[in-house]
Structures are given as structure tokens and as C-alpha cells.
């Protein structure tokens, strides 16, 4: 028998469609993926979920999740998956543990990665200095001096977060101006030890075994001068994780995936939610709020399904 209701990915999307699902009584199957819980897993204080007036630990947070979505019924299995068939239903779900299923409903939550620069010193120095994850790496970093690179609201929380440890944080930045939130810009520019290097991109990562400085050029100047560091935090943003739907699914300008605002894709049956097709709010909330609409469709899709 096929699973009713198949959702790939365990953030605050995918749990929240597993909720959703389990209490509709549609048994979700729930495939993990490599980063169980998500991004979320990745952050320290969750200030703005809605309901935690003192905030709550992001791991915490998708614990509750994921408790809540097994109270109601959620199998869950600890892979991930490497291909996906939806030329015909049932739907054909491989993972890389070797297991093949079969479902009625997709529900795609396979969120999104850190981007990285893309110079080869980023790759030689990976986890040698270099990082996408302040909170992961940040006490590595007590103090010394560190460097963080983008200019959105990831970029000023890191280097908030960072200036617990390290004695200067310097935020490199390609503009003049900022796309981060005003409260996060104010926050960044209030601390003593943050200091900012504007219309700067990073051209090298040097060092023996370990990050010792970035070059750095000025766009406006031309010059390169070279910053030292023990750290480097790359913060520029995300990529929505959609590799293993190869050229099945129809994606937006951005790479996300294509819904049409009811978190239906091209796909009769297949819905995405989440950071995966989210590429303007990327909340952990309004991830929450899409894998419920996608559970509900689906619910709904399988109520037609019925009829015939
Ligand atoms: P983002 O808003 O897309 O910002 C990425 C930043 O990196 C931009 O400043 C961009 O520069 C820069 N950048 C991109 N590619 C670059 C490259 N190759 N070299 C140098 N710089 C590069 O991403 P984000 O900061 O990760 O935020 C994503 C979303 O999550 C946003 O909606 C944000 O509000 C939200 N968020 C919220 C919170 C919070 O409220 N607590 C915390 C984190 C994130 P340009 O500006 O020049 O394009």
C-alpha cells in the first residue's frame, strides 16, 4: 500500500505538514533528511516564534515539533532522500539507506543551504577557520579576532552572536547600504567590538593550516589590503535544497520551487513548503504556516482521489 501522505524534510515546515496530516488521520511518513530539525537546529535563541514571550533554543523548539508530530501518528525515518519518480502515481520516493517507497501525496520541505562565496580558499579553509555557522563554531573563536561576510539580517545576528567570544568582529560588506531589518542594523552598529568594511568583497582566505587573514578589495578603490582573522563566517544567504527533484518539478526565476500560493506545484499531488519555496520571508514561522496549507491540501487532494 502506498503512504497516504509522504513529506521529505524535518524542519518547521515538514513537522508542521506531519502535525497537520497525523490529526487528519492521513498517517504522514516523515523522511528525516541529512540535517534533522532544520536550520532551526543551527540557531540559538528563537526570539520571534509567536507563543514563547522569553524566546525558546532553537533544537528545543524542533524537539516540540517533532514530539508533537509523532504524538499524532508520524513515522519517521532517519535518511535521506537521493531520487524521486513522479512521472505516475503512486509517487516513487528512493533513499540513500536503500529503502523505496511509494506514496499518494508529496509534500516537499527540503529546505535551504548557506550559500558560500565561491573563491577555493573558502573550501581549503572549511572548518579550519572558515564557517557558515556562528552559533556551530562561534566559542572556537574566544578572544580573537574574526570576520564576517554579507550585509542581511544573518550577517548582523552572526556578528552580534560572535562579539560573545571574540574580541573584534570585523562585517565585510559588498555596498555602502544594507538589506538587513533596521532593529538588526541598529543592533550591529550599537556594539563596541563590531566594526564594518564597507564596499568590500573578499578575494582569498590565507593561512598556514588555519585561517590567519582575507584579502580583501575595495570596489570603489581597487585596493587590496589584507584583514587578519582567525575566523571567517560566510553569511550571504541561502540555496533552496532541490537537487534530487532533477527537472521534475517546476522551479521560479530564483531556483525555488513553484507553487501556485496554495503550495501546489506542477504536480498533481505534490505540494512544497517551507524555504524551499519560500524565498521572501524564510521564517521559521511562515514555514510553519506553508507546511500547514500544504497538509491541507493534500488532505484535500486525497479527498478527491476518493471520488473517483
Ligand atoms: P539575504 O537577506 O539574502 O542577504 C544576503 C546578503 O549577502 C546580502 O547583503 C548580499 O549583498 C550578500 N551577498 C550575497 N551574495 C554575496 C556574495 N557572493 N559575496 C558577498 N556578499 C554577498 O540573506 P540572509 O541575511 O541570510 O537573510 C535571509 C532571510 O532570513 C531574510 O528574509 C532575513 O530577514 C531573514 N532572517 C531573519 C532573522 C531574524 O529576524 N532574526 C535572522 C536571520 C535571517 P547585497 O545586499 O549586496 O545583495
Redesign the pocket.
Given at each position: 500500500m502506498p503512504h497516504k501522505v509522504l513529506i521529505i524534510g524535518s524542519g518547521c515546515s515538514g513537522y508542521t505538514a506531519a502535525i497537520y496530516t497525523g490529526r487528519a488521520n492521513l498517517s504522514p511518513f516523515l523522511i528525516s533528511g541529512s540535517e534533522i530539525g532544520g536550520q532551526l537546529m543551527l540557531t540559538s535563541d528563537v526570539?520571534?516564534f509567536p507563543g514563547f514571550p522569553k524566546g525558546i533554543m532553537g533544537p528545543d523548539l524542533m524537539d516540540n515539533l517533532k514530539a508533537q508530530a509523532e504524538r499524532f501518528g508520524t513515522t519517521m525515518l532517519i535518511d535521506y532522500v537521493e531520487s524521486v519518480d513522479f512521472s505516475k502515481s503512486p509517487y516513487v520516493v528512493k533513499t540513500a539507506g536503500g529503502k523505496t517507497e511509494e506514496a499518494l501525496t508529496v509534500i516537499i520541505s527540503t529546505g535551504a543551504t548557506a550559500?558560500w562565496?565561491?573563491i577555493p580558499s573558502e573550501k581549503k579553509f572549511f572548518g579550519k577557520g572558515v564557517s557558515a555557522c556562528a552559533v556551530c563554531d562561534g566559542a572556537f573563536y574566544k578572544g580573537k579576532e574574526v570576520a564576517v561576510?554579507?550585509?542581511?539580517?544573518?550577517?548582523m545576528?552572526e556578528s552580534n552572536f560572535l562579539t560573545k567570544f571574540a574580541s573584534k568582529v570585523t562585517l565585510i560588506?559588498?555596498?555602502s547600504e544594507?538589506?538587513?531589518?533596521k532593529i538588526?542594523q541598529d543592533r550591529a552598529k550599537a556594539n563596541p567590538k563590531i566594526h564594518f568594511m564597507l564596499d568590500s568583497?573578499p578575494e582569498e582566505v590565507v593561512g598556514a593550516e588555519t585561517v590567519e587573514g582575507v584579502k580583501i578589495r575595495n570596489v570603489k578603490t581597487n585596493q587590496v589590503s589584507t584583514l587578519p582573522c582567525a575566523g571567517f563566517f560566510v553569511?550571504?544567504?541561502?540555496q533552496p535544497n532541490t537537487k534530487i527533484f532533477g527537472n521534475q518539478i517546476k522551479l521560479d526565476a530564483n531556483g525555488y520551487i513553484a507553487t501556485d500560493g496554495r503550495t501546489r506545484t506542477n504536480i498533481p499531488g505534490v505540494f512544497a513548503c517551507g524555504d524551499v519555496m519560500d524565498s521572501m520571508?524564510?521564517?521559521a514561522i511562515t514555514a510553519a504556516g506553508t507546511g500547514c496549507m500544504a497538509a491541507l491540501e493534500a488532505e484535500r487532494y486525497l479527498e478527491t482521489l476518493d471520488h473517483h
Amino acid at each position: 500500500m502506498p503512504h497516504k501522505v509522504l513529506i521529505i524534510g524535518s524542519g518547521c515546515s515538514g513537522y508542521t505538514a506531519a502535525i497537520y496530516t497525523g490529526r487528519a488521520n492521513l498517517s504522514p511518513f516523515l523522511i528525516s533528511g541529512s540535517e534533522i530539525g532544520g536550520q532551526l537546529m543551527l540557531t540559538s535563541d528563537v526570539e520571534n516564534f509567536p507563543g514563547f514571550p522569553k524566546g525558546i533554543m532553537g533544537p528545543d523548539l524542533m524537539d516540540n515539533l517533532k514530539a508533537q508530530a509523532e504524538r499524532f501518528g508520524t513515522t519517521m525515518l532517519i535518511d535521506y532522500v537521493e531520487s524521486v519518480d513522479f512521472s505516475k502515481s503512486p509517487y516513487v520516493v528512493k533513499t540513500a539507506g536503500g529503502k523505496t517507497e511509494e506514496a499518494l501525496t508529496v509534500i516537499i520541505s527540503t529546505g535551504a543551504t548557506a550559500k558560500w562565496i565561491g573563491i577555493p580558499s573558502e573550501k581549503k579553509f572549511f572548518g579550519k577557520g572558515v564557517s557558515a555557522c556562528a552559533v556551530c563554531d562561534g566559542a572556537f573563536y574566544k578572544g580573537k579576532e574574526v570576520a564576517v561576510v554579507g550585509g542581511g539580517d544573518t550577517a548582523m545576528e552572526e556578528s552580534n552572536f560572535l562579539t560573545k567570544f571574540a574580541s573584534k568582529v570585523t562585517l565585510i560588506h559588498r555596498r555602502s547600504e544594507f538589506r538587513a531589518s533596521k532593529i538588526m542594523q541598529d543592533r550591529a552598529k550599537a556594539n563596541p567590538k563590531i566594526h564594518f568594511m564597507l564596499d568590500s568583497v573578499p578575494e582569498e582566505v590565507v593561512g598556514a593550516e588555519t585561517v590567519e587573514g582575507v584579502k580583501i578589495r575595495n570596489v570603489k578603490t581597487n585596493q587590496v589590503s589584507t584583514l587578519p582573522c582567525a575566523g571567517f563566517f560566510v553569511a550571504i544567504g541561502h540555496q533552496p535544497n532541490t537537487k534530487i527533484f532533477g527537472n521534475q518539478i517546476k522551479l521560479d526565476a530564483n531556483g525555488y520551487i513553484a507553487t501556485d500560493g496554495r503550495t501546489r506545484t506542477n504536480i498533481p499531488g505534490v505540494f512544497a513548503c517551507g524555504d524551499v519555496m519560500d524565498s521572501m520571508y524564510r521564517q521559521a514561522i511562515t514555514a510553519a504556516g506553508t507546511g500547514c496549507m500544504a497538509a491541507l491540501e493534500a488532505e484535500r487532494y486525497l479527498e478527491t482521489l476518493d471520488h473517483h
